[in-house]
C-alpha cells in the first residue's frame, strides 16, 4: 500500500502511496505503512528531503468508506484505548489515526514535498496538509465535503491556513470543488504544472532543497511552524477535533433516534431556562 525508496544518491526519500484500485483511499494499513515509511525518511541520515506521491490517476479519495480495515499496529501515541465503547474508543482511535499522525508527520525536522493528482477527496486533504510543499498537476482538483457528514470538516482542521477565512468557509459550507489554479491563487498549492511533468518538477525542486544543509533546513522549518503555533494553529487544530466529535455524537443520536431510539425522549418539548421543582403535595 505504500512503497518507499531514495534516489539522487540516498538525498530525497520518495515515498507513494499504492493503492490505486481503490484510488490511495486510507485505511488503517497505509495509515501505519505511511507513518513506517516516513519514520524511516526521518531517521535515515543521507535523506534531507521526502517527496510524498501516489500512483494511479488520483491521489488519494480520503478515509476508506469502507472502515479502516483489521491490521495489527502498535500505537504510536498513549491517548487511550481504541476497543473502548462509546465515543471514547472513538475518539482514541480518531485522535490516533488522524490527529496526532499528522501532527507527527507535520513535525519530521526535514522539508516535505507532496505531489498531487486527479482527486484529492477530504482525507486525502489532509495527508497533502501535512507537507511543507504542494505540486499538483493541472488536472488536480481539491474538496471537503464532510459537513455532508455531519461533521465540520476533516480531522487534520487546516482550512483557515490553506484557503483564507472567508474561502474556508465557503468551501466547508458548499463542499465545492476547486481546481488546481484556484487553489494555486489561493495560496494552497505552490506549483502547478502539467500532468507529464509532475515528477520530474518535483524531484528537482527535491534536488535544489537537498543541495541546501540539513541542519539550516530543519531551523528553516521549525522557524516557520513556530509561527502556525504562535498563531494558534495547534490549539486551534485541537478544539475543532472537539468540534468533530461533538458532530459524530450527534449523528449517532440521530440515528438512533431514526430506528426509534430516542435517547433525549424530552427533547421536542418546550422548556424554560430553569424548571423549578414540583410543590410538595
Same mark, same amino acid.
Given at each position: 500500500m505504500v512503497t518507499y525508496e531514495e534516489v539522487d544518491d540516498g538525498a530525497i526519500a520518495v515515498i507513494t502511496l499504492?493503492?490505486?484500485?481503490?484510488r490511495n483511499a486510507q485505511n488503517k494499513q497505509m495509515?501505519?505503512?505511511?507513518?513506517?515509511?516516513?519514520?524511516r525518511a526521518a531517521r535515515t541520515d543521507s535523506v534531507k528531503c521526502i517527496v510524498l506521491a501516489a500512483n494511479g490517476p488520483h491521489f488519494s479519495a480520503g478515509h476508506d468508506l469502507k472502515g479502516p480495515g483489521q491490521y495489527d499496529a502498535e500505537p504510536i501515541w498513549v491517548g487511550g484505548s481504541d476497543t473502548r465503547g462509546g465515543a471514547e474508543g472513538l475518539m482514541a482511535y480518531e485522535e490516533e489515526s488522524y490527529l496526532h499522525m499528522c501532527r507527527r508527520w507535520h513535525d519530521i525536522p526535514k522539508p516535505t514535498i507532496a505531489v498531487v493528482q486527479g482527486n484529492v477527496i477530504a482525507g486525502g486533504l489532509m495527508l497533502m496538509w501535512v507537507c511543507d510543499i504542494i505540486i499538483a498537476s493541472d488536472d488536480a482538483s481539491f474538496r471537503d465535503m464532510t459537513v455532508e457528514f455531519g461533521v465540520n470538516g476533516v480531522e487534520w482542521f487546516n482550512h483557515p491556513w490553506e484557503f483564507g477565512i472567508r474561502k474556508a468557509k465557503e468551501l466547508l459550507f458548499t463542499g465545492d470543488v476547486i481546481d488546481a489554479a484556484e487553489a494555486h491563487r489561493l495560496g494552497m498549492v505552490n506549483h502547478v504544472v502539467p500532468r507529464d511533468e509532475l515528477n520530474d518538477f518535483a524531484l528537482?525542486?527535491?534536488?535544489?532543497?537537498?543541495?541546501?544543509?540539513?541542519? *539550516?533546513?530543519k531551523l528553516a522549518k521549525l522557524a516557520v511552524n513556530q509561527t502556525l503555533d504562535a498563531q494558534g494553529f495547534q490549539? *486551534?487544530?485541537?478544539q475543532a477535533f472537539g468540534l468533530q466529535h461533538v458532530g459524530h455524537a450527534h449523528t449517532r443520536a440521530e440515528h438512533l433516534r431514526e430506528?426509534?431510539?430516542?435517547?433525549?425522549?424530552g427533547a421536542d418539548r418546550p422548556r424554560r431556562a430553569f424548571e423549578p421543582p414540583a410543590p410538595d403535595a
Amino acid at each position: 500500500m505504500v512503497t518507499y525508496e531514495e534516489v539522487d544518491d540516498g538525498a530525497i526519500a520518495v515515498i507513494t502511496l499504492d493503492r490505486p484500485e481503490a484510488r490511495n483511499a486510507q485505511n488503517k494499513q497505509m495509515t501505519y505503512q505511511l507513518n513506517d515509511a516516513f519514520t524511516r525518511a526521518a531517521r535515515t541520515d543521507s535523506v534531507k528531503c521526502i517527496v510524498l506521491a501516489a500512483n494511479g490517476p488520483h491521489f488519494s479519495a480520503g478515509h476508506d468508506l469502507k472502515g479502516p480495515g483489521q491490521y495489527d499496529a502498535e500505537p504510536i501515541w498513549v491517548g487511550g484505548s481504541d476497543t473502548r465503547g462509546g465515543a471514547e474508543g472513538l475518539m482514541a482511535y480518531e485522535e490516533e489515526s488522524y490527529l496526532h499522525m499528522c501532527r507527527r508527520w507535520h513535525d519530521i525536522p526535514k522539508p516535505t514535498i507532496a505531489v498531487v493528482q486527479g482527486n484529492v477527496i477530504a482525507g486525502g486533504l489532509m495527508l497533502m496538509w501535512v507537507c511543507d510543499i504542494i505540486i499538483a498537476s493541472d488536472d488536480a482538483s481539491f474538496r471537503d465535503m464532510t459537513v455532508e457528514f455531519g461533521v465540520n470538516g476533516v480531522e487534520w482542521f487546516n482550512h483557515p491556513w490553506e484557503f483564507g477565512i472567508r474561502k474556508a468557509k465557503e468551501l466547508l459550507f458548499t463542499g465545492d470543488v476547486i481546481d488546481a489554479a484556484e487553489a494555486h491563487r489561493l495560496g494552497m498549492v505552490n506549483h502547478v504544472v502539467p500532468r507529464d511533468e509532475l515528477n520530474d518538477f518535483a524531484l528537482a525542486m527535491a534536488g535544489r532543497i537537498a543541495a541546501k544543509p540539513s541542519f *539550516s533546513l530543519k531551523l528553516a522549518k521549525l522557524a516557520v511552524n513556530q509561527t502556525l503555533d504562535a498563531q494558534g494553529f495547534q490549539i *486551534s487544530q485541537q478544539q475543532a477535533f472537539g468540534l468533530q466529535h461533538v458532530g459524530h455524537a450527534h449523528t449517532r443520536a440521530e440515528h438512533l433516534r431514526e430506528t426509534g431510539i430516542d435517547m433525549f425522549p424530552g427533547a421536542d418539548r418546550p422548556r424554560r431556562a430553569f424548571e423549578p421543582p414540583a410543590p410538595d403535595a
